[in-house]
């Protein structure tokens, strides 16, 4: 029986989707404005990268042909000129949000049609009520925040205060969430976690998508930096997805990453967690050892969205590509007969774009394994088709909002 590998390149967008004016979004691309930059010498850093992008691999698999679908417009640097060695295209977002939960589930075969709550650029930024009753029972004296942040930019602010008073980090962004961050010694991981079940809790009435914890470690200021042991507390997906239909197959799915929080735990059995890309990476090819017959394993590469795409970090974002590119033999090598790479996105996050949100843009459909001969797949009208040719791929029922392009 096949198994599946489905990799998420979170925020890896490759061109503005047919409605991105309405998200403001209109004329975005992530790879193409990062391989414009690249070429320009705009994307040069000492010590880190120079010159053109470089991603021969996924080239070679048909990310620059799906970057021409997608935009009708050559990606500068990835210009392989044979026909593509996998099956290549991409997918537009049919959810009501450019968040994670939304982009993620939709991937696993449920579009988000309900709008999430968000919280006002103002200061403070959470309702009164809602602080108030998240503080009665967490045992509060008082937090800090209270506003739309970075979330390296904050703890540098507060992180000393933090310290001194004892009193936990609360922000948000333009996601619909609320983002908790303590020191993790401290604080506490544990006392943490416990305060982002209770505002879990209070933050139901407001319909927000998660709640999220950020513990950092260091000892001032320029030394604080975020952990792995962050923790989502996410609402469930509002109807089976693709993991709850394997899991009731009696299929295991191995989550790396962020995914098991994304789905609030919910269809995935095996959980690896790891700091950054290349750790991913690493627990990627692990769960790829683990995997038996009939398995998924289910990756979401975090950096590109959270070091680089909401930082605005053209170098670092073509660095990180560039570097996943360097390792995706490792992966391919590690595959079995009958099994299916599938590399995706979940939005977009063009590190040239104004503010730090998300873009709303189309995702590249990229899908190798052994036996696999290249070919077009189009522009797919719903990411909920990549979950429904797993679905097909692993023989377990289809879902009634994608069509697999197997």
């Known amino acids: 029986m096949p198994r599946a590998i489905l990799c998420v390149l979170d925020s890896f967008g490759i061109g503005g989707a047919a409605d991105a004016d309405a998200f403001g979004d209109a004329g975005s691309d992530t790879l193409g404005h990062i391989a414009e ?52 295209g991409y997918a537009a977002e049919v959810s009501n949000g450019k968040d994670t939960p939304s982009g993620h589930w939709e991937i696993a075969g449920v579009p988000v049609r309900f709008d999430w709550g968000y919280f006002p650029e103002t200061i403070p930024t959470f309702p009164d009520e809602l602080i108030a009753k998240i503080s009665e029972k967490g045992g509060l004296d008082g937090i800090l925040g209270n506003k739309h942040a ?68 260091g000892e001032t200021a320029g030394t604080f930096e975020r952990t792995a042991n962050r923790r989502d507390y996410s609402v469930l997906p509002p109807e089976p997805t693709l993991l709850d239909r394997l899991a009731a197959d009696g299929r295991t799915v191995i989550g790396v990453g962020k995914i098991s929080d994304i789905f609030a735990h919910q269809g995935v059995a095996k ?69 299916l790479l599938i590399l995706t996105a979940d939005h977009g996050c063009d590190p040239t774009w104004r503010g730090t949100d998300h873009t709303r843009e ?33 023989g377990v029922a289809q879902g009634p909002n994608g069509t697999s392009f197997l």
């Open 37 to 88: 930059r690249c070429a320009s010498g705009q994307g040069d850093r000492d010590g880190l990268r120079n010159g053109p992008l470089s991603l021969p691999n996924l080239d070679r698999l048909g990310l620059g042909a799906a970057g021409r679908l997608s935009t009708g417009k050559d990606v500068p640097g990835l210009e392989f000129s044979g026909e593509p060695e996998g099956l290549w």
């Open 150 to 217: 970075s979330g390296t930019e904050i703890i540098a602010e507060l992180g000393d205060e933090h310290v001194r008073t004892g009193k936990p980090i609360f922000y948000t962004s333009a996601d619909s969430v609320i983002q908790i961050a303590a020191h993790e010694e401290q604080y506490g991981l544990e006392k943490l976690f416990r305060l982002c079940e209770i505002a879990r809790e209070f933050a139901d009435p407001y319909n927000i998508g998660r709640v999220i914890a950020r513990p950092f470690s």
């Open 271 to 339: 959980v690896l967690k790891g700091a950054g890309n290349d750790q991913l990476f690493d627990k990627t090819l692990a769960a790829m050892d683990m995997a038996e017959d009939g398995d998924l394993v289910f990756s979401n590469f975090i950096d590109f969205d959270s070091l680089y795409g909401h930082r605005r970090d053209v170098p670092g974002y073509a660095a990180a590509l560039e570097h996943f590119d360097q390792r995706l033999p490792e992966l391919i090598a590690r595959m079995r007969e009958g099994d």
């Open 362 to 394: 189309n995702v590249p459909v990229i899908a190798t394994g052994p036996g696999i001969e290249g070919r077009g797949i189009g522009g797919r009208k719903t990411f909920a088709d990549i979950g429904e040719s797993v679905a097909k791929h692993l």
